[in-house]
């Protein structure tokens, strides 16, 4: 039967390093309390002049040189990201244009930190219907831009970067056997962007007043997302008629240590079975599973036949998981 394949993975990040040592400079906090609380060492930030596309742009060539297709094979290309480059046009149309991706549609998809999941699933099903034979999927994030440097409960969390992976229409067991996605509205409130949009336009007073900057109640949010994570896998898997043991390697959203390791131990998934790499890139957001992947390819984490679960929750609040046989 006809799957969508992962063929390719690329991935970028931007060259300057913030480390938690750096952070103890800023504000009052310690590499100490940042590790222990988090997990996070340190994060990648963006340079003047480097925007969510530059990421972008660079994971995609990476991927697409990993997967041997040429950008004009591309039929669809969607960008998930809560960071656009502009409201408007899509960030996915800036790529496209560098790409010289010209035979491929384009758009951004938003679901905060669970946007390449949304992203994926989206385009897995453009390429089921017969509509696309190959899409370049994409998470990108310059969070460095949205967030309070002087708020030490939400700014020490988040890095910027990218990630990318091929995909193509391919007779065979292997590829993306099923994604799940879920939203509850009921909970905006608990992680959102206050200002910029048409609620809180940006005007000199929202800005001054900081509505531009991300807020979250990060109690409320570690709860919601350890508990729907660790459904939304577990939904995957029995959708498939598979259990946790099956899995070979599970690749959760890059949010937090205790979160990642609290949802290993709900699925019974632990040890080596699990790729992190927060500590050194923080989180991510939409980019954090598609970076994670894409080195945990080029590491020889995976190999073919096995069993790939990918795992996210954001801000909506939405999650979802993805189910892939190598």
């Not at 997990?39 to 997967?67: M, V």
């Not at 923080?282 to 080029?298: M, Q």
Request: glycine share 10%; proline share 3%.
């Amino acid at each position: 039967m006809i799957r969508p394949r992962i063929t390719g993975t690329g991935s970028a990040v931007p060259e300057k390093v913030l480390t938690n040592f750096d952070l103890e400079k800023m504000m009052d906090t310690t590499n100490e309390w940042i590790v222990t609380r988090t997990g996070i060492r340190e994060r990648r930030i963006a340079a003047e002049g480097e925007y969510t596309s530059t990421f972008a742009i660079a994971a995609a060539e990476r991927a697409l040189a990993a997967a041997g297709v040429k950008a004009e094979e591309i039929d669809l290309i969607v960008v998930g990201t809560l960071t656009p480059d502009f409201p408007f046009p899509a960030t996915a149309c800036i790529v496209q244009q560098a790409l010289k991706a010209t035979n491929a549609f384009c758009f951004d998809l938003s679901a905060a930190c669970s946007g390449f999941i949304y992203a994926l699933s989206t385009a897995q099903k453009f390429i089921l219907s017969g509509q696309v034979k190959k899409a370049l999927v994409i998470g990108a994030e310059v969070l460095s831009r949205i967030v309070d440097w002087n708020d030490r409960n939400t700014c020490l969390l988040f890095g910027d970067g990218a990630g990318a992976v091929v995909l193509e229409a391919q007779e065979g067991d292997s590829g993306i056997l099923s994604t799940h996605m879920h939203s509850d509205g009921n909970y905006w409130e608990i992680l959102y962007q206050k200002g910029a949009g048409s609620r809180n336009p940006a005007t000199h007073q929202n800005v001054d007043d900081g509505l531009v900057f991300l807020t979250m109640q990060g109690n409320e949010v570690f709860k919601l997302a350890v508990r729907s994570m660790g459904e939304v896998a577990m939904e995957a898997l029995e959708a498939n008629g598979l259990t946790p043991d099956d899995v070979n390697l599970f690749i959760p959203h890059q949010a937090n240590q205790r979160i990642v390791d609290s949802v290993g131990k709900r699925l019974g998934i632990t040890g080596e079975r699990v790729f992190v790499n927060l500590d050194r890139y923080g989180n991510t957001s939409a980019a954090s599973i598609p970076i994670a992947l894409d080195e945990a390819v080029r590491a020889g984490r995976l190999k073919e036949g096995d069993l790939l679960l990918l795992d996210a929750f954001g801000g909506g609040l939405t999650w979802g998981s993805a189910l892939v046989r190598w």
